[in-house]
């Protein structure tokens, strides 16, 4: 499963129905951000791609789609039903500074 954190998923206006090709799409995730995202995910014991599923989870105007490849990957992307985020852990690792 690739890492993925908040930035490479769709945007809010994306998730809208926009045009994914135009401006309003969002670039890869940074360094920083997949950083931020290992960060949190030692925090709260976990990995760093079901915190970014449940980073996705936590906006209901996006769909995530996962595409696991192992039984592994499935109970990882199902965990991210059992992680909550706060409000400042979800801002956190989309901008970055506590």
Request: net charge positive; aromatic share 6%; glycine share 6%.
């Amino acid at each position: 499963m690739v890492l993925t954190c908040p930035r490479l998923l769709r945007t809010h206006r994306a998730a809208a129905g926009q045009s994914r090709t135009g401006p309003q799409t969002t670039p890869r995730t940074t360094a920083p951000e997949r950083r931020r995202c290992r960060e949190l995910a030692e925090q709260l014991g976990s990995r760093p791609e079901t915190v970014a599923l449940a980073w996705t989870l936590h906006h209901p105007e996006v769909w995530p789609s996962i595409g696991p490849r192992t039984t592994e990957q499935i109970d990882n992307s199902l965990q991210a039903r059992r992680v909550t985020l706060t409000e400042e852990q979800v801002d956190w690792l989309r901008y970055g500074g506590w």
